[in-house]
């Protein structure tokens, strides 16, 4: 059978995305593998309506209502292959299965590379956060601990004293200059430049070189992040580079450069969330479905 259009991703920007398109009546598949982003967290904070939920709640009410429409079908897996064919889209699942879509929606988010610093992964998503939007609040004014990863960090170590008291651990990471350190200061934060060893304790705590132990409520760090599949690699989209990593072009209905190819979601986005997942998902599933009748 071929859809009308098939959804790489069945979380919030790929559901959001197919309620456009059930709602105009097209046969619309979602492939989905089940590993959301934020699967790390208990909560999500942020999104209008849903604000301190557990984030797969607002993914299984997403699902819910999108199963609702009898054109949709949903597949559990990984979608490894797609290419151009004829006037559409094939797209190998893991299965070996092939699926005919005249559209794709390539709503498959990112994954996130942390640096390799003992104990950091098992608080991520629990005391060791990225977005200040989505957990700063939550910390209650404490302490909090920014550790550098690039340059970058610098605008995670000046945002963060909204959140609590915070001290930026350069790490080797980088090392502000001369005006970097006034900002910092005017800002309040502390600069420690001793190494970091290892993250331990209840929440956060930081382990330096010297021996010393900060003790900390929560620590922000800026992953590196990969686009999930190689679908678009393979498709020939075209990627804009951002500070964290590489994201999908698209224009401003969601197609990427590839005709009939969309994106939407953390995957075409230079930084996500939950609430631009699904605003990018409901215009990728617009601009996919007028796709389909203007051209
Ligand atoms: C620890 C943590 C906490 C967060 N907390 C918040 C918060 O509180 N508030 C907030 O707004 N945001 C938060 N975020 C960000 C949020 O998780 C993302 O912005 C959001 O999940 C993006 O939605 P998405 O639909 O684009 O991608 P995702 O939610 O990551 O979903 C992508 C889906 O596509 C599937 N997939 C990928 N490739 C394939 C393939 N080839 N075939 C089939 N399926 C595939 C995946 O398995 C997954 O199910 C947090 C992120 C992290 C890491």
Redesign the pocket.
């Known amino acids: 059978m071929s859809y009308d259009a098939i959804i790489?991703?069945?979380?919030?920007?790929?559901l959001s995305a197919g309620l456009q398109l059930a709602r105009a009546r097209r046969r619309v598949l979602v492939?989905?593998?089940?590993?959301?982003?934020?699967r790390?967290?208990s909560?999500?904070?942020?999104?209008l309506g849903q604000d301190g939920r557990p984030?797969e709640e607002i993914a299984a009410d997403g699902r819910a209502e999108l199963m609702d429409y009898p054109n949709v079908t949903w597949t559990v897996?990984?979608?490894?292959a797609a290419d151009a064919e004829g006037d559409g889209f094939r797209v190998t699942l893991g299965s070996g299965e092939v699926e005919q879509g005249r559209r794709l929606i390539l709503?498959?988010?990112?994954r996130?590379v942390l640096p390799p610093v003992d104990g950091l992964a098992e608080r991520?998503?629990r005391s060791v956060?990225?977005?200040p939007y989505?957990?700063g609040y939550e910390l209650d004014l404490g302490r909090i601990g920014v550790l550098a990863v690039s340059p970058m960090s610098m605008h995670h170590a000046m945002m963060l004293p909204d959140w609590g008291s915070t001290t930026l651990f350069t790490n080797g990471a980088f090392v502000p200059d001369a005006e970097q350190l006034e900002q910092l200061a005017r800002r309040g934060v502390v600069v420690e430049p001793d190494a970091v060893k290892s993250i331990g304790g209840e929440r956060a705590d930081i382990n330096l070189a010297d021996g010393r132990c900060v003790a900390l409520d929560g620590l922000f760090v800026l992953p590196r992040t990969h686009i999930?599949?190689p679908?678009a690699e393979q498709l020939g989209c075209a990627l804009n580079d951002g500070p964290m990593g590489r994201y999908l072009q698209v224009t401003e209905t969601q197609e990427t450069s590839v005709p009939g190819v969309f994106a939407c979601?953390?995957?075409a986005l230079v930084a996500?969330?939950?609430?631009?997942?699904v605003g990018t998902g409901a215009r990728a599933g617009a601009g996919a479905h007028q796709s389909l009748i203007f051209r």
Not at 107 to 110: Q, S
Not at 272 to 277: K, P, T
Request: hydrophobic content about 35%.
């Open positions: 790489i991703g069945g979380s919030y920007a790929g492939v989905d593998a089940g590993a959301r982003r934020n790390f967290a909560h999500s904070h942020g999104f984030p897996g990984e979608a490894t709503a498959g988010g990112v996130d991520w998503g956060f990225h977005c989505c957990h999930n599949s679908l979601g953390d995957a996500g969330s939950v609430a631009l997942a």
